[in-house]
T-cell receptor
Framework: DAGVTQSPTHLIKTRGQHVTLRCSPI?????VSWYQQVLGQGPQFIFQ???????GRGNFPDRFSARQFPNYSSELNVNALLLGDSALYLC????????????FGDGTRLSIL | AQKVTQAQTEISVVEKEDVTLDCVYE???????LFWYKQPPSGELVFLIR??????QNEISGRYSWNFQKSTSSFNFTITASQVVDSAVYFC????????????FGAGTQVVVTP
């Protein structure tokens, strides 16, 4: 079975632009979570979706939004990009999201110029 | 509020040495889950172990072993007879009951194993 897949792998944007990152979970997994990992730090929780509903939100501004589709794939949107948004964005999936081990994708490396 | 502390920023060892990674956590919940993940240079986080707060038995998996002590709020990880392939950043994470996919990660410990 394929693991968690994320696209694109790398992305370069300028300040003020918006970006959409995509994630496909492992087959059979209904929960998707998004994390931001700044260089040299641990991942920080952004959102968690289960059965297309938001179940958790981290301490991120409203510029960050997400959604989950009927096929359980997910998108993370970031508006009005700032230099500080430069990071590795990780998507993770699990069967039901409730403290189950999360399986991570390779991430999207976002660079803001 | 939950918190995970990995005080060791980087540990360097020579191949075949043992290495122990420390993880100290804070939580007010009585039911919680602890995890260890490995992040090799390629970037993906690889799941290693999950332990719930009611299971204090130590666990061994090959060269990996984990020591969970609720009395000191620690969940330490030991790699025995380290190999170059063990070089990576290792993260400890905490999840509280009902918090769904919200994992609180530590800052990570970089392990460098030289031949």
């Amino acid at each position: 079975d394929a693991g968690v897949t994320q696209s694109p792998t790398h992305l370069i944007k300028t300040r003020g632009q918006h970006v959409t990152l995509r994630c496909s979970p492992i087959s059979g997994h209904k929960s998707v979570s998004w994390y931001q990992q700044v260089l040299g730090q641990g991942p920080q929780f952004i959102f968690q979706y289960y059965e297309k509903e938001e179940r958790g939100r981290g301490n991120f501004p409203d510029r960050f939004s997400a959604r989950q589709f009927p096929n359980y794939s997910s998108e993370l949107n970031v508006n009005a990009l700032l230099l500080g948004d430069s990071a590795l964005y990780l998507c993770a999936s699990s069967r039901d999201g409730n403290n189950q081990p999360q399986h991570f994708g390779d991430g999207t490396r976002l660079s803001i110029l | 509020a939950q918190k995970v502390t990995q005080a060791q920023t980087e540990i360097s060892v020579v191949e075949k040495e043992d290495v122990t990674l420390d993880c100290v956590y804070e939580t007010r919940d009585t039911t919680y889950y602890l995890f260890w993940y490995k992040q090799p240079p390629s970037g993906e986080l690889v799941f290693l172990i999950r332990r719930n707060s009611f299971d204090e038995q130590n666990e061994i998996s090959g060269r990996y072993s984990w020591n969970f002590q609720k009395s000191t709020s620690s969940f330490n990880f030991t790699i025995t007879a380290s190999q170059v392939v063990d070089s990576a950043v290792y993260f400890c994470a905490l999840s509280e009951e009902g918090s769904w996919g919200k994992f609180q990660f530590g800052a990570g410990t970089q392990v460098v194993v030289t031949p």
